[in-house]
C-alpha cells in the first residue's frame, strides 16, 4: 500500500531549535519544512498538504499566536493541527495560544520521547479528522447527486446505466488524489437466476468494463436491519467472509490486485467500493453505504420507468388494434405503419428516442375508424360521396379519442393530420408543406406504402417495387405531390426496409 509521509512544518527563527526538531523527528519517516518566519510559513502552508505545524511564539515581524490566528480563520487551513513551542514557565503565553486556537503545546527545551508522542497522537487525530471529513464531502456529494437526478428526472428519457455511469464517475475523479477514496468502484444487479450484470468503474477510465456473471442472488446477511444494505470491510482478501468471496473473487478476475475492499449487498445490489490507500473502517463502510441506498434508488427508479413505458406502449397497441376491428386492414397494419415511420425517421437523422416515440405515436393514426361504421369500412367497391365523407372525419375523430394530455401530443398530431397532403389537396384541413407536422408527413408516406401493398376493395395488393413506383411517380390515386420532397427521398434511399419490415410483420 503506498502512502504519502505525513509533512510536518517546523516554524523557528532559531535555525538551533529547528535543526533540533528535525534530528528528534527525522527518524520516524515524516517529510519536515521549515520556515524561519511567520510570512514564510503561512506561503508554504498554501502551497502543499502540511499535516501539522510546529510553532515558536517569538519571532520577528509576526509572532507566532498571529499565525496561528491565521490559519484557524483560514477555511483552507483550519482543519491543520498546530503545536506551539513555549518555554514551561510562560503560563500566559499557553493561555494566548488556546485563544488563538493552537491544539497543543510542547515545551521548551525539548524532550524527544513528549515531542515524538505529542505528533504521533495529532497525526493520528488530522487522519480520523479527514477521514470523517472526506466521508462527509462523499456522501453530500451522491446526496447532491440524487436531487439533481430527481429534479432533472425525466420519464421518457431516463437512462439508468448513464446516469449510474456519470455519478460513480464524479465521485471517482472527484475523489482522485485523496487518501481516503477507492480506486474502483463495482455495481452488480441482479437480472434473473444467479445471473448479474457486472460494471467496473475504474480512475479516469471510461466506459467501465460491463460483463455478465453468475454468482448467488439474495440477501447474505439475514441480521442486517430491512432499511440498511449489508455492509462488509476487510485489507484483505483473507478478510472475506464466505457469503462474500465468491462475489469478490469475480470482481478480482477484472481488477486484478484486490488490497481492501468495502461491499454491500442487496437482494438484487451488489455494490463494492476496492483498493483504497489507507486501511478501511467503518468510515468507508457508512459512504459505500449511502453509494448503494442511492444505486438501489435509481436502480427501482430505473426498473419502474421501464414498467410504465411498456404498459404505455402495451395500451397505445391495444387502442390501436381496437381502431382496426372492422377495417379491411390486414392485420399489422398499425405495427407495420409505426415501423415504417422509425425507419424513415432514423434514414431522416433524428435522435432514437424520438424515431422510438415515433414508431408508438404513429400506431394510433387512424384510431378514429372506431366511429366509422363497419359496413362502409368494409364495403366492397366505389364509395358514396355521403360514405366518403364519413371516412373522412376519422382525422379530427381519432383527436378527439387521443385528447389531450402532453405525453400523448405526437399521436394527436399525427392522426390528425396523417391525410394532409404537402400540396394541399389532403383532408380535414387541406394545409399544405411545412405547416403539416413532421410527424405527420412522414407517417403519410407510411401509411399509403402498406395501402399499396394490400388488397383494398377498389384495388388488388401491389408488391415492393410497384408500391415504390407509384409513390414515386404517381397514378391515378396517388401523386408524388402529395408527400414531403426531402422525405420522399429518404423513402427512396431506404425502402428496402420497407420491403422487409413488410415482409416480417405480414401476418
Ligand atoms: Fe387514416
Ligand atoms: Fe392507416
Redesign the pocket.
Known amino acids: 500500500m503506498v502512502t504519502r509521509p505525513k509533512k510536518i512544518l517546523c516554524v523557528d527563527d532559531d535555525v538551533l531549535n529547528i535543526r533540533l526538531l528535525e534530528g528528534i523527528l527525522a527518524g520516524e519517516g515524516y517529510g519536515i519544512m521549515s520556515a524561519r518566519d511567520g510570512e514564510t510559513a503561512l506561503r508554504i502552508l498554501e502551497e502543499g498538504d502540511i499535516d501539522l505545524v510546529l510553532l515558536d511564539v517569538v519571532m520577528p515581524s509576526m509572532d507566532g499566536f498571529e499565525v496561528c490566528r491565521r490559519i484557524k480563520n483560514d477555511e483552507r487551513l483550519r482543519h491543520i493541527p498546530v503545536v506551539m513551542l513555549t518555554a514551561l514557565t510562560a503560563r500566559t503565553d499557553r493561555i494566548m495560544g488556546i485563544r488563538a486556537g493552537a491544539e497543543d503545546f510542547i515545551h521548551k527545551p525539548f524532550y524527544e520521547e513528549e515531542v515524538l508522542a505529542r505528533v504521533r497522537m495529532l497525526l493520528k487525530m488530522k487522519e480520523l479528522n479527514d477521514r470523517l471529513t472526506g466521508a462527509y464531502d462523499t456522501i453530500t456529494h451522491i446526496l447532491a447527486y440524487g436531487k439533481k437526478t430527481m429534479e432533472e428526472f425525466n420519464p421518457l428519457h431516463f437512462n439508468f446505466s448513464a446516469t449510474l455511469e456519470a455519478m460513480i464517475g464524479s465521485l471517482l475523479n472527484r475523489s482522485c488524489g485523496s487518501r481516503s477514496a477507492p480506486r474502483a468502484i463495482f455495481i452488480g444487479t441482479h437480472q434473473s437466476k444467479n445471473r448479474w450484470s457486472c460494471r467496473l468503474y475504474r480512475e479516469r477510465t471510461a466506459p467501465p468494463d460491463a460483463w455478465v456473471q453468475s454468482f448467488p442472488a439474495g440477501a447474505i446477511d439475514s441480521v442486517a436491519p430491512s432499511d440498511t444494505l449489508p455492509v462488509y470491510y476487510g485489507n484483505s482478501l483473507s478478510d472475506a467472509s464466505s457469503e462474500i468471496s465468491a462475489t469478490l473473487e469475480a470482481i478480482g478476475e477484472k481488477m486484478g490486485e484486490i488490497r481492501n475492499f468495502v461491499l454491500s449487498r442487496g437482494d438484487d445490489l451488489c455494490v463494492c467500493a476496492l483498493n483504497y490507500d489507507n486501511m478501511v473502517s467503518s468510515f468507508e463502510a457508512s459512504v459505500l453505504n449511502s453509494l448503494a441506498v442511492q444505486v438501489l434508488f435509481l436502480n427501482n427508479l430505473s426498473r419502474q420507468t421501464r414498467e410504465t413505458g411498456e404498459a404505455f406502449a402495451y395500451t397505445i397497441h391495444a387502442l390501436a388494434r381496437a381502431a382496426e376491428l372492422h377495417d379491411q386492414n390486414t392485420g399489422n397494419h398499425t405495427i407495420r405503419v409505426g415501423e415504417y415511420c422509425a425507419a424513415l425517421a432514423r434514414g431522416l437523422g433524428i435522435p432514437e428516442h424520438q424515431a422510438e416515440a415515433l414508431r408508438q405515436h404513429a400506431q394510433l393514426?387512424?384510431v378514429g375508424k372506431i366511429y366509422v361504421p363497419a359496413h362502409i369500412l368494409r364495403k366492397q367497391g366505389e364509395l358514396s360521396r355521403d360514405e366518403h365523407s364519413y371516412i373522412e372525419q376519422?382525422p379530427v375523430l381519432g383527436a378527439q379519442i387521443i385528447g389531450g394530455h402532453p405525453r400523448f401530443a405526437m399521436a394527436k398530431s399525427i392522426a390528425l393530420h396523417?391525410?394532409e397532403h404537402w400540396d394541399g389537396s389532403g383532408y380535414p384541413f387541406r394545409i399544405k408543406g411545412e405547416a403539416i407536422p413532421l410527424d405527420a408527413r412522414i407517417t403519410a408516406i407510411a401509411?399509403v406504402y402498406d395501402a399499396l401493398r394490400n388488397q383494398r376493395s377498389y384495388k388488388s395488393a401491389f408488391d415492393h417495387d410497384t408500391a415504390c413506383r407509384i409513390i414515386m411517380e404517381g397514378n391515378e390515386r396517388t401523386s408524388p405531390e402529395h408527400f414531403d420532397p426531402v422525405l420522399l427521398q429518404v423513402f427512396n434511399k431506404i425502402s428496402p426496409q420497407f420491403a422487409e419490415i413488410y415482409e416480417k410483420l405480414h401476418n
Open positions: 393514426h387512424d376519422h396523417h391525410h401509411d
